[in-house]
């Protein structure tokens, strides 16, 4: 699965950003997405993940509630709608595509990942 991810930018605290990414490849809906982040000096770390058929949805503690994950099969997109950004909230962010199953789900799991789309910037400022 090939992945291309859209959107990003420069937003102050309190504010909306919206991301995309773009997957291709004959199997891609099969899949589970996610989107994962890296803050400078820091671990990427999982962001927020839904299933291949969008049934479950899965997101760290940090940006639940300010956070919404989605796709369109028919488009082979996902969406990460974020809202009251805060600085903290600065990172590059990452789409990633792997399967959902598993307890926890594999796409939840940075080291399990197969397939990663090239980093976007999110900036918060204060």
């Known amino acids: 699965v090939q992945l291309q991810a859209f959107g990003g930018g420069l937003v102050q605290a309190g504010g909306s950003l919206r991301l995309s990414c773009a997957a291709s490849?004959?199997?891609?809906?099969?899949?589970?997405m996610g989107w994962f982040r890296q803050a400078p000096g820091k671990e990427r770390e999982f962001v927020a993940a839904?299933?291949?058929?969008?049934?479950?949805?899965y997101y760290t503690d940090s940006v639940k509630g300010r956070f919404t994950i989605s796709r369109d099969n028919a488009k082979n997109t996902v969406t990460l709608q974020m809202n009251s950004l805060k600085p903290e909230d600065t990172a590059v962010y990452y789409c990633?595509?792997?399967?959902?199953?598993?307890?926890?789900?594999?796409?939840?799991?940075?080291?399990?990942?197969?397939?990663w789309g090239q980093g976007t910037q999110v900036t918060v400022s204060s």
């Open positions: 839904i299933s291949w058929n969008g049934d479950s949805t």
């Open positions: 990633a595509a792997a399967p959902s199953e598993g307890s926890p789900p594999i796409i939840t799991l940075e080291r399990l990942i197969g397939s």
């Open positions: 490849g004959r199997t891609a809906s099969s899949y589970g």
